[in-house]
């Protein structure tokens, strides 16, 4: 299972939010490329972008940071970026920057039809990333609460090709407050294709419940506050993670 820290962009810095809440953010490096260099160097097999002003804005806002990230890690790992995107033109861009996986969010719920174009455009490389409290999905950088089903919805997009889906706890995101396990587990039972998990991961102890079920279809989890806090030593956390796999499999 993969462990795949997070950079999320505010003004061309890396920060977390509390809950979604712009106005809660903390900066934690005003050099994004450097800190992706951190983590490849920490062990990181794959990165997770997300660009926070242009989810709220519709649109690409902290591009230049996002090349400069893509260009600090090179090939070593793939890296995903999610945030503002709404059109193919858009995708197009991001892949030829050299992202390896762009995630569609707000829009693959507003508007399923571009979602679907995008997985037949571009097949290999989209992501759905479904924000979800109490089970029902989140849209509009999770201001607003729709009557949609997380699971029902993530099958029909499984149907439209999506390479993976990332499930984020809206409820427990950047508050450390460990992650939602029996959620993520229901909805990678309801699929063929992976699931990543998204929202609370805290310390070892997370890891380890994660792992635990990663043979339901979890792929990997996605963190942010934990390691850019200290409660989670990320080298420890991907080490622990490759180790339980290694018992798993027997390898």
């Given at each position: 299972?993969?462990?795949?820290?997070?950079?999320?962009?505010?003004?061309?810095?890396?920060?977390?939010?509390?809950?979604?809440?712009?106005?809660?953010?903390?900066?934690?490096?005003?050099?994004?490329?450097?800190?992706?260099?951190?983590?490849l160097?920490?062990?990181?097999?794959?990165?997770?972008?997300?660009?926070?002003?242009?989810?709220?804005?519709?649109?690409?806002?902290?591009?230049?940071?996002?090349?400069?990230?893509?260009?600090?890690v090179?090939?070593?790992?793939?890296?995903?970026?999610?945030?503002?995107?709404?059109?193919?033109?858009?995708?197009?861009?991001?892949?030829?920057?050299?992202?390896?996986?762009?995630?569609?969010?707000?829009?693959?719920?507003?508007?399923?039809?571009?979602?679907?174009?995008?997985?037949?455009?571009?097949?290999?490389?989209?992501?759905?990333?479904?924000?979800?409290?109490?089970?029902?999905?989140?849209?509009?950088?999770?201001?607003?609460?729709?009557?949609?089903?997380?699971?029902?919805?993530?099958?029909?997009?499984?149907?439209?090709?999506?390479?993976s889906?990332?499930?984020?706890?809206?409820?427990?995101?950047?508050?450390?407050?460990?992650?939602?396990?029996?959620?993520?587990?229901?909805?990678?039972?309801?699929?063929?294709?992976?699931?990543?998990?998204?929202g609370?991961?805290?310390?070892?102890?997370?890891?380890?419940?994660?792992?635990?079920?990663?043979?339901?279809?979890?792929?990997?989890?996605?963190?942010?506050?934990?390691?850019?806090?200290g409660?989670?030593?990320?080298?420890e956390?991907?080490?622990?993670?490759?180790?339980?796999?290694?018992?798993?499999?027997?390898?």
């Amino acid at each position: 299972m993969l462990i795949i820290p997070a950079i999320d962009l505010k003004d061309g810095h890396c920060v977390r939010l509390k809950q979604g809440e712009m106005d809660s953010a903390t900066i934690y490096s005003e050099d994004p490329a450097k800190q992706a260099r951190q983590w490849l160097e920490q062990g990181a097999r794959r990165l997770h972008l997300v660009d926070l002003n242009g989810a709220f804005a519709g649109k690409p806002v902290n591009e230049k940071a996002i090349q400069g990230i893509v260009e600090a890690v090179g090939d070593a790992i793939p890296v995903q970026l999610g945030g503002g995107i709404r059109d193919l033109a858009t995708v197009e861009r991001y892949l030829d920057d050299g992202i390896r996986y762009v995630i569609i969010g707000t829009a693959a719920v507003k508007n399923p039809g571009f979602l679907h174009e995008a997985c037949d455009a571009f097949p290999g490389h989209i992501i759905v990333g479904l924000d979800a409290r109490d089970g029902k999905v989140a849209t509009d950088g999770w201001s607003k609460i729709t009557g949609h089903d997380v699971v029902d919805l993530a099958k029909r997009f499984e149907d439209y090709g999506v390479e993976s889906v990332i499930y984020t706890d809206i409820g427990r995101d950047g508050m450390l407050s460990g992650v939602n396990i029996e959620a993520t587990v229901r909805l990678a039972r309801a699929l063929t294709i992976p699931v990543i998990a998204s929202g609370g991961l805290t310390d070892l102890e997370d890891v380890k419940n994660l792992c635990a079920v990663a043979h339901e279809g979890i792929m990997g989890a996605i963190t942010g506050r934990a390691i850019y806090q200290g409660t989670l030593d990320f080298g420890e956390a991907q080490r622990l993670a490759d180790t339980m796999a290694g018992a798993v499999y027997g390898s």
